[in-house]
């Protein structure tokens, strides 16, 4: 079958090719993949694998039948959203989207599970159990996976893969490791409250902005100083808003980030 996957796959490439191109051209935000989950829908309508659309809100099933059809079912997951990037790559296919651009690579995993498909429908009557494929939205505001849990897109799954493009990896190798390969991603909300003042009398005032540098710096130098090394964490601030006029004092001020870790500890 290894060979005949690969003759199939082969003739596929450059249609495949011409899907990327097509997804990163046209990127949309999560939970806003209206035209990508048509788009998918019909691309596996088109191979003769069975669609469900609707699925988590924008999320799309494909569903392709082995034999015989009661056997176990193994699903394969990929994400469709984009992230709010201005591209400036130059690229023929860049990103048609003002301030909208794949550049997390979901339009690769969402081409490789249309590819999937697209093989395995051609190979179903060899296939000894089903294949569900999982095109989920809203992967970059950890939504979307709930959102098709909760229409029952996992019912009767036995075991689940996922993927994501890592680019310094050569293509055609596959890395895989034993454990964690990738971390575990949490949000951080702060908000900072202080007392607003006249900016020329910053002693007068709380100076929310300068409270807020400061805890910048030092979250930074906490994960240093008090995280084990060997379990490596990363925090990101990628938010701040505060403020109202240059020469006011800010009273307020919100930063947004992200935690990533390896260990749940």
Same mark, same amino acid.
């Given at each position: 079958?290894?060979?005949?996957?690969?003759?199939?796959?082969?003739?596929?490439?450059?249609?495949?090719?011409?899907?990327?191109?097509?997804?990163?051209?046209? %990127?949309?935000?999560?939970?806003?993949?209206?035209?990508?989950?048509?788009?998918?829908?019909?691309?596996?309508?088109?191979?003769?694998?069975?669609?469900?659309?609707?699925?988590?809100?924008?999320?799309?099933?494909?569903?392709?039948?082995?034999?015989?059809?009661?056997?176990?079912?193994?699903?394969?997951?990929?994400?469709?959203?984009?992230?709010?990037?201005?591209?400036?790559?130059?690229?023929?296919?860049?990103?048609?989207?003002?301030?909208?651009?794949?550049?997390?690579?979901?339009?690769?995993?969402?081409?490789?599970?249309?590819?999937?498909?697209?093989?395995?429908?051609?190979?179903?009557?060899?296939?000894?159990?089903?294949?569900?494929?999982?095109?989920?939205?809203?992967?970059?505001?950890?939504?979307?996976?709930?959102?098709?849990?909760?229409?029952?897109?996992?019912?009767?799954?036995?075991?689940?893969?996922?993927?994501?493009?890592?680019?310094?990896?050569?293509?055609?190798?596959?890395?895989?490791?034993?454990?964690?390969?990738?971390?575990?991603?949490?949000?951080?909300?702060?908000?900072?409250?202080?007392?607003?003042?006249?900016?020329?009398? %910053?002693?007068?005032?709380?100076?929310?902005?300068?409270?807020?540098?400061?805890?910048?710096?030092?979250?930074?130098? #906490?994960?240093?100083?008090?995280?084990?090394?060997?379990?490596?964490?990363?925090?990101?601030?990628?938010?701040?808003?505060?403020?109202?006029?240059?020469?006011?004092? #800010?009273?307020?001020?919100?930063?947004?980030?992200?935690?990533?870790?390896?260990?749940?500890?």
């Amino acid at each position: 079958m290894l060979s005949r996957i690969k003759d199939i796959a082969t003739k596929l490439a450059p249609r495949l090719i011409e899907i990327r191109r097509h997804l990163h051209s046209h %990127p949309e935000l999560s939970g806003q993949e209206y035209h990508t989950a048509a788009f998918v829908a019909g691309v596996l309508s088109s191979s003769g694998v069975h669609v469900r659309e609707g699925v988590g809100k924008t999320g799309v099933i494909g569903e392709v039948q082995g034999t015989p059809s009661e056997s176990p079912c193994l699903a394969i997951r990929t994400d469709m959203d984009a992230l709010p990037i201005q591209e400036r790559t130059g690229l023929e296919y860049a990103s048609k989207a003002t301030s909208i651009m794949h550049a997390c690579g979901h339009d690769v995993h969402t081409t490789v599970g249309l590819g999937t498909a697209m093989v395995l429908s051609q190979l179903a009557e060899e296939l000894s159990g089903n294949v569900r494929f999982l095109f989920q939205p809203a992967e970059e505001i950890a939504q979307g996976a709930s959102w098709m849990v909760q229409d029952k897109a996992m019912e009767n799954v036995s075991a689940i893969l996922s993927l994501h493009v890592f680019p310094s990896i050569p293509a055609g190798k596959v890395g895989i490791r034993y454990g964690a390969l990738t971390a575990a991603a949490d949000e951080l909300d702060i908000i900072i409250v202080g007392e607003s003042g006249h900016g020329a009398r %910053p002693h007068e005032a709380i100076d929310a902005i300068w409270i807020a540098a400061q805890v910048i710096t030092t979250l930074q130098q #906490a994960i240093s100083r008090t995280q084990n090394p060997l379990r490596p964490v990363v925090l990101s601030i990628g938010q701040i808003n505060g403020g109202r006029a240059p020469n006011v004092i #800010a009273d307020s001020v919100k930063l947004r980030g992200t935690v990533r870790s390896l260990h749940p500890e």
